[in-house]
Every structure is written in structure tokens, then in C-alpha cells.
């Protein structure tokens, strides 16, 4: 079964930094661009990052360009979501998402269920 | 980065057709084929409905389709079920490598 599962999400004070983790299984992980998606409460989703399938390329939302770094192990399918200067505007959902095929202009047919960060003093 | 712009909400009745509008720009929606729809019930993780503006992956209702005309993006949805009843959002790739999703439409089954 293709799965995802997130996890590294909770409560953090203003400027404070967390890292998410997104594990994947049932499928060639090393093979598919990954992506962060969050959803702030009653809001649309908002794309975050992508990384390639090698890991060499990397894409950022301007929101959280230069705060916050994806990456990916390849050998321990596994992405990454480093976030640091975390700010009130970045509490939200955040879901992994799997790119349908290696493109980041692909859509996203797998989605994790979501790891919940709260940035708030 | 603005999102693209949809109905806030569409209702329609058991067995009826509706059209979901979603419009962008010439930087997305309107310069390439990478238009998805994606269904959200709530508490729930957003499901592929259509990609690459018309095409439905495999276990996808026949019932959904997509389309486009110029910055605008469309998913319709036929024979209206009450399962159909959730929050539908449109994303599209934009230039500079990025991607947009739309604000949600929320569909109500009467």
C-alpha cells in the first residue's frame, strides 16, 4: 500500500524551529519529486516546497524562503521539512505530498494525513 | 503569491450538474496543461479528482471532468451525489517553479 505518514509537528514559541519528517513506503520513493503542502485552519492549502527525486533541486513558497529547507533521504525514504524563524502565519497542517511523476508542474496523488504545528507564545 | 480565484460555494440537487470555476493567470492556469482538482471532506486529506486539467486517475468517478479556456479552469460534476458533498480546490504549476491552489468551493448536495 502507498503510504505516507508525517510526523516532528507541535507547539512552538514565535522565532522557534521544528523539523518535520515524512515517511514513505509502497512505492519507489527515490523516483518522484516531494512536496510540503500546509492548511492553516478553515483556510485553502498552500504549496510550501518540492525537492526533485534526486534531492539536487529544491523549490520554496517566497513565505519561507530562507527560513525553512527541504530535504530528503533517498536511502531511508524519508523527506525532511527543516523550519526555523517560525512565525504565527506558519501554524497550519502540513502534509507530504507525493508528485505523480517526477515533474514539479505534476499533481499530487498521494497525500500523508498531516502533522499539526502551533506557533504561539 | 495570490491564489487563484474560485466560488466560494456551489449547490445543487441530487442527480443535477455543477461547474466549478477556478481563474488564474498567463503565468498558470492559462499557460500550461498542469490544472488539478482536488476533493477535501472534512478532517481529511485532499484526494486527486483530475490532472493535467481533464484526466481523472484510476478509481475516479466517471461522473468528474475538467476543462479549460483561456485563464480559466472548470471541473464539473454530474449526477450530483450526496457523497459528492465536500470542499473541491483547483491548483495549478506557475512559472518560476512554483505552484498555486485556489481558495476552495464548497459544494452542498440540497
Known amino acids: 500500500e502507498v503510504q505516507l505518514e508525517e510526523s516532528g509537528g507541535g507547539l512552538v514559541q514565535p522565532g522557534g524551529s521544528l523539523r518535520l519528517s515524512c515517511a514513505a513506503s509502497?512505492?519507489?520513493?527515490?523516483?518522484?519529486?516531494m512536496t510540503w503542502v500546509r492548511q492553516a485552519p478553515g483556510k485553502g492549502p498552500e504549496w510550501v516546497s518540492a525537492?526533485?527525486?534526486?534531492?539536487?533541486?529544491?523549490y520554496y513558497a517566497d513565505s519561507v524562503k530562507d527560513r525553512f529547507t527541504i530535504s530528503r533521504d533517498n536511502s531511508k525514504n524519508t523527506l525532511y521539512l527543516q523550519m526555523n524563524g517560525l512565525r504565527a502565519e506558519d501554524t497550519a497542517l502540513y502534509y507530504c505530498?507525493?508528485?505523480?511523476?517526477?515533474?514539479?508542474?505534476?499533481?499530487?496523488?498521494?497525500w500523508g494525513q498531516g502533522t499539526v504545528v502551533t506557533v504561539s507564545s | 503569491q495570490s491564489a487563484l480565484t474560485q466560488p466560494a460555494s456551489v449547490s445543487g440537487s441530487p442527480g443535477q450538474s455543477i461547474t466549478i470555476s477556478c481563474t488564474g493567470t498567463?503565468?498558470?492556469?492559462?499557460?500550461?496543461?498542469?490544472v488539478s482538482w482536488y476533493q477535501q471532506h472534512p478532517g481529511k486529506a485532499p484526494k486527486l479528482m483530475i490532472y493535467?486539467?481533464?484526466n481523472r486517475p484510476s478509481g475516479v468517478s466517471g461522473r468528474f471532468s475538467g476543462s479549460k479556456s483561456g485563464n480559466t479552469a472548470s471541473l464539473t460534476i454530474s449526477g450530483l451525489q450526496a457523497e459528492d458533498e465536500a470542499e473541491y480546490y483547483c491548483?495549478?504549476?506557475?512559472?518560476?517553479?512554483?505552484?498555486?491552489f485556489g481558495g476552495g468551493t464548497k459544494v452542498t448536495v440540497l
Open positions: 509502497g512505492f519507489m520513493f527515490n523516483n518522484y519529486v
Open positions: 505530498a507525493k508528485d505523480q511523476v517526477g515533474n514539479i508542474a505534476d499533481a499530487f496523488d498521494i
Open positions: 491548483s495549478a504549476y506557475r512559472s518560476g517553479n512554483t505552484v498555486v
Open positions: 525537492i526533485s527525486a534526486s534531492g539536487r533541486s529544491t
Open positions: 498567463s503565468s498558470d492556469v492559462g499557460g500550461y496543461n498542469s
Open positions: 493535467d486539467i481533464s
